[in-house]
């Protein structure tokens, strides 16, 4: 039994000595991964819309005006729109500081030619109707016309103002 003993402790001894090589086949792999970049500018443009308007019986003529327009996405323009009026529920109207008070309807009409008009009694809106829009460095036009019917007054200042949004279509 002591042959037996010495025997394995012989065996044991020479495997830890000695580590059997493994089996296993090492490959060494490579994976690619190709890697493409494209950098867009962020678009840059201004915008000028005059701060205020004067108009008589036959409406006006105002000028808008991009400049410095850079890195439009290709099929994209700056549209300019109404994004609200002073008056309730975003009407265009402009009111006079009479009594009793009075008020005037008024009309734009778009580069593109189109009327843009809100009536209260139907719900017409004219908010996010477009009025100009540009592709490049320019000037383009619109016209405000006053709507001269029902009750008004001559030799007073209608007032009012709108608000104009700016954005990429």
Request: proline share 4%; glycine share 6%; aromatic share 6%.
């Amino acid at each position: 039994m002591n042959r037996k003993m010495i025997a394995i402790l012989l065996s044991t001894c020479t495997c830890l000595a000695f580590p059997a090589a493994s089996m296993a086949a090492e490959t060494d792999t490579a994976s690619s991964q190709s890697i493409s970049v494209t950098l867009t500018a962020e678009p840059e443009y201004t915008i000028t819309i005059p701060e205020s308007v004067s108009m008589g019986n036959d409406g006006t003529t105002v000028n808008v005006t991009a400049s410095d327009v850079e890195n439009l996405p290709e099929g994209k323009k700056i549209s300019v729109t109404i994004a609200g009026t002073s008056a309730y529920r975003n009407q265009m109207v402009l009111e006079a500081d009479t009594s009793p008070r009075t008020s005037i309807r008024y009309q734009i009409i778009s580069e593109a030619g189109d009327t843009i008009q809100t009536n209260a009694a139907t719900g017409e809106t004219a908010v996010g109707k477009e009025v100009v829009s540009f592709t490049e460095d320019g000037s383009k036009q619109y016209q405000i016309i006053p709507v001269i019917a029902g009750s008004y007054k001559y030799d007073v200042a209608y007032t009012g103002s709108i608000t104009f949004g700016i954005a990429l279509q």
